[in-house]
């Protein structure tokens, strides 16, 4: 069973700081996505990084894929509220309609 | 109307009822997929449908139901379900790529099910 260990599962920082989350496993993905989800909405797809050490920005959110495709992280730069919610990553294992793997998610809160 | 829709937002139902959850996709896909999404666990992938087939099952218990007319909507049809049923349920679809190629999921907003 592939799993994807998110930490931290909780983070409450201050308007302005800046934060980095994890997203780990023992597993190899084919490509890993981050999804950020707001109370009462489905996940929206952030960012997909497909290529080991590959780096891809999104204004202010960096997100990198480790060399071996087993972890990712996210880089929050200046964090505002309309930051808060839940990100998830999830991990590709195959191609075609596999669905996906996912992770428990890092409850983020920025307050202002 | 655009991307994934779902209905209805919101159900509360009973363990002896029977009630179905819709879902219709406006991007053009040929694979759709429900999760469920309990707190304090990873969404789990429920049902898999490619090209209106099912392909996956995941060992779900025979109280869902799913059903594909279409590769535009989606059901999941549920009959005398546990407490422990009540969650959010999210539909997603997805182009389904060639094999070994990238698959992005578009999800919709969910069904906020509460089974009393």
């Known amino acids: 069973t592939q799993l994807l260990e998110q930490s931290p599962q909780f983070l409450s920082i201050q308007e302005g700081e800046n934060l980095t989350v994890y997203c780990n496993s023992s597993?190899?993905?084919?490509?890993l996505q981050w999804y950020r989800q707001e109370p009462g909405e489905g996940p929206v797809l952030l960012v997909t990084v497909v290529t080991g050490g590959e780096v891809k920005k999104l204004k202010r959110l960096t997100f990198q894929f480790g060399d071996a495709r087993k972890d990712s992280s996210l880089h929050i730069t200046a964090a505002q509220p309309g930051d808060t919610g839940l990100y998830l990553c999830?991990?590709?294992?195959?191609?075609?309609?596999?669905?996906?793997?996912f992770g428990k998610g890092t409850h983020l809160i920025i307050q202002p | 109307e655009t991307g994934v829709t779902q209905t209805p937002r919101h159900l509360v139902m009973g363990m002896t009822n029977k009630k179905s959850l819709k879902c219709e996709q406006h991007?053009?896909?040929?694979?759709m997929y429900w999760y469920k999404q309990s707190a304090k666990k990873p969404l789990e992938l429920m049902f898999v449908y490619s090209l209106e087939e099912r392909v996956e099952n995941n060992s779900v218990p025979s109280r869902f139901s799913p059903e594909c007319p279409n590769s535009s909507h989606l059901f999941l049809h549920l009959h005398t379900l546990q407490p422990e049923d009540s969650a959010l349920y999210l539909c997603a679809s997805s182009p389904l790529p060639l094999a070994g190629g990238m698959d992005t999921q578009y999800f919709g907003p969910g069904t906020r099910l509460t089974v009393l």
């Open positions: 597993s190899v993905f084919s490509s």
């Open positions: 991007l053009g896909h040929n694979a």
């Open positions: 999830a991990g590709e294992s195959g191609g075609g309609a596999d669905g996906l793997t």
